[in-house]
């Protein structure tokens, strides 16, 4: 057995540990010792199955905790994890799988006749009521030896766009992972006193990495909701001490009048992040509740980059502080030339949380992460002169719904390549509730029977919904600048 660099660092020690790590509200609650025998017994069958160390281990399920014993397993077997949002399309997913080219593919049971035909072998699992990855696990021995893994080995890979529209794997390392988790833990004062109120999905870096990673290593809690729902979270909070969320979660608490200064007075934490909140969301929460919300900056590329202090100001409209050992430097977007402290430009970041490159896309890597080591985000900042991040728009196209980055790109290539359609162009409206939605201007060729139903039907087979337009607008022409370039930023004016 070896030193595996994540696992040991999440949870060396822990194998007999019977203290809880998870509950999952109207089931059971796990130890860590339940935790790691499932993981254990997890990583012997994906090794009877043959997946090798530096393999991808593709899944695509609901949120349970025998998806978190198989994000170890994988670590433990030293394959690569690679978790897919559950609403992803069969469409969808079989580009991720034909990019990444997994060994092992993991499904919801009723999804696996969809699948028939990879290459991948297929496994399915629901939840801790069954799939054939926990009938199979439950002969096999909890007992696994590790497989030896480094600080640079890979451990996980999560498809984002980066700056352009083409979806890309972002290779995240053992190191990326556990730095940035020991950084947080030591930054948020996290202990082992604490219950984490957790309602993200585990297939993005802010519920698996940001939340999971921090709570295995300071020897936590979670209490483990399927999904967000206001009632849940209200039953729960009390019982908690500390809680992450996108905005859209405390704008729906917030809308509950029974979300009150009681029922969080005893509350340690309330983190934010992956999208932006609304000064009057920040406000608003500290007139209700005493507390202020801690506002952090992510990606997917590089873990979490920035945060406000735990202790001192936490600043409204800011994302605080580099975290120790990141560093962020502002640019000319066009020359890549630092700029001042207040000057508005480019955010590029630094440190052992940015990740490794693109998966079988070294030209895309080299194109977004610098020679020096800097790797240009796609957001525009400027750091104030107390040293406090501001995020003041994003370079790439991007509209970030709910917490879910949807590219416009792929959008328009879906609606362009519909009978009728001469072009479109898709953008992000202001929206209460998801903070931007997408909207989609569409020009059709003379006579074309197309409407906003029929067009967003059509477009259902293939997008996951949380991408589908919630506005479309038909228009003779696209308004473009003297270039030739579609001005989305006017079109967010007049249909915003
Ligand atoms: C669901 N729907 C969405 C949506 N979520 N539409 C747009 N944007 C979203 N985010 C749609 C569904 O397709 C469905 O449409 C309808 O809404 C109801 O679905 P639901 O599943 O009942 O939705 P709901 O429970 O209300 O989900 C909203 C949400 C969820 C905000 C709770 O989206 C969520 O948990 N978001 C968190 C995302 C997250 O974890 N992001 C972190 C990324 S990591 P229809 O048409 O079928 O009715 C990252 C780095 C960092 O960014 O810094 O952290
Ligand atoms: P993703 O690619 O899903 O990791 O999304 C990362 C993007 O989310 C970043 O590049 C930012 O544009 C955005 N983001 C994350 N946290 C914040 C925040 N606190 N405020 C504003 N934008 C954020």
Known sequence: MGTNCLFDGLLAGRETDPRRLLLVPGDRSWSYADVVDLSGRFANLLRQRGVEPGDRVAVQVDKSVAAIALYLATVRAGAVFLPLNTAYTRAEVGYFLDDADPAMFVCSPARATEFDGIDARIETLDGAAGGSLLQSAQALSPQFANVARGPGDLAAILYTSGTTGLSKGAMLS?????????????????????????????????????????ILICGGSMIFLPRFGVDAMLEQLPHATSMMGVPTFYTRLLADDRFDRGLVAHMRLFVSGSAPMLAETHVQFEQRTGHRILERYGMTETNMNTSN???????????????????????DPESGAALEPGDTGMIEVRGPNVFVGYWRKPEKTAEELRADGFFITGDMGMIDADGYLHILGREKDLVISGGYNIYPKQIETEIDALDGVVESAVFGIPDADLGEVVAAAVVLEPGAALDQARLIDALGSGLARFKLPRKVVFLDELPRNAMGKVQKNSLREAYG
Do not use: C, M
């Open 309 to 331: 202090p735990y202790s001192g100001e936490r600043r409204v409209g800011s994302v605080g502080f580099p975290l120790p050992g990141v560093e962020i430097r502002i640019t």
């Open 174 to 214: 053992h190191d990326n992972l556990l730095s940035n988790a020991l950084t947080l833990v030591d930054y948020w004062q996290f202990s082992d006193k604490d219950v984490l109120l957790h309602a993200l999905p585990i297939f993005h870096t802010h519920g698996l990495f940001v939340a999971t990673n921090v």
